[in-house]
């Protein structure tokens, strides 16, 4: 597909769909919007546009689908895979100004929420009603960004990912069509699942401009638990267990040893440099979750752990969360020479313990500064490769060492993203995860965006 480059008319235009001080061509705001958090290539898009409204959005995808100029949606740039990198330039919609709270039914359980919010701001405004989001993907995303990536986290083994938590969206569609899919009742039987087509669409298909979310009731009270193993592979198998067990877990992290001295240098805690996991559960009374943790104990002892370490305060238990989602940032900080190459993949619970075995041998012969951690209850990956920017022969070592873990994860009958998202990265593994169903999606794409001017480049090889 050729598209257009912006003109003058172009530019004229689209300013005048917005208010003078919401539509930018300037260097500055180019360039942020170029690149997300991962290591791909930057592209600066042509113009940023920040609606404040669907109509705003309707009228913009209108003139652009029109005119053939590509589209990108943009959250907060958070994204590991370059979901919202606008490789064909264009237009990058910015919803930083559609960041609203629009409704609260707390006896429902749901929240009507603009794409904009970031999830920590909503949960912080629901904490005072005993509610709470359950995705928890570390990174400041905003909730149209989780949609489109359908991200996950620490908490997904006990509540689920983005899909689970989505009954209702607006939609604009490539031509400006705006459409409501799905409903507020807690399940349906009626008609094509068309949330669940959207969710995980990294914005090919349509433009998310509002959502409503299924909440949580916050936990009456919890139990976190520090693990150390002498390898990852046995700390796998404990955690295969603790799900055998049927004692469902909120949280089940998985850090290597290179991780938890990194946390212990940056945030002083203290910790074992062993492989650990960090274990927390749910529960509405102590005395019930002392059982479960007891169990979990018992568990971990027939693998041979090192120490268990139960009985967390509210204050230490934080403080670790909350290196475990810096951790991104301390890798940043901790080779400032180098760029980092994050990937993620997952496998059936069965044969975590193998991926892990076999992602730790293949980072230890890199040869680079690398560091493996996951979401060890639902069977998530993640990997972090350091390369010198300029270095080729680092770059394609790297490249090597994902390219394995990769078709490991695909050969165990898993998946090449567990919860990044396809973006650039992984374009070149979906036929082989998807086979045939890749054409259907194609036709799919074709059908609600026939132009291809929705977020083009991604996804597809």
Known sequence: MEFTRLNETHKKELKSMVAPDRFSTGDSNLDLHSRDQSHHEAFRPEAVIWPVSGDEVSAILKYANQHL???????????????????????????????????VREEDFQVDVEPGIDYKTLNEALRHKGLFFPPDPGASATIGGMIANNASGTRTVRYGSTKDHVLRLSVVLADGEMIEMGTRASKTSSGYDLIHLFVGSEGTLGIVVQATLHLTGLPEEFSAAVVT??????????????????????????????????MNREKGLGLDVSPTLLVEFHGPTKTQLADVMEIAREICQEEDCFEFRPALGREERDQLLKARH?????????????????????????AYPELIAMARKETRNAGVPAYVFGHAGDGNIHVALMRKAEDQRETEIIEGVSHRIVEKALSM?????????????????????????????????????????????????
């Open 69 to 103: 100029i590509p589209v990108t949606g943009w959250g907060a740039g958070t994204s590991l895979e370059g979901n919202p990198i606008p490789i064909k330039a264009g237009l990058v919609l910015d919803f930083s100004q559609m960041n609203h709270i629009l409704s």
């Open 229 to 262: 193993f002498p390898s990852v592979e046995v700390a796998g198998k404990a955690v295969f267990g603790i799900i055998r067990s049927g004692l469902d877990p909120a949280m089940l992290e998985l850090l290597a040893p290179e991780c938890v001295d990194l």
């Open 326 to 350: 810096e951790l991104g940032e301390m890798l940043r900080r901790n080779h400032p020479d180098r760029l980092t190459m994050a990937m993620d993949v997952a496998v059936p619970i069965t």
């Open 413 to 461: 009958d898993g998946t090449a993203t567990g919860e990044h998202g396809v973006g650039i990265g992984k374009r070149k593994y979906m036929e082989t995860e998807h086979g045939r169903s890749l054409e259907w999606m194609k036709k799919i794409k074709a059908v609600f965006d026939p132009n291809g001017i929705l977020n083009p480049g991604k996804v597809f090889p």
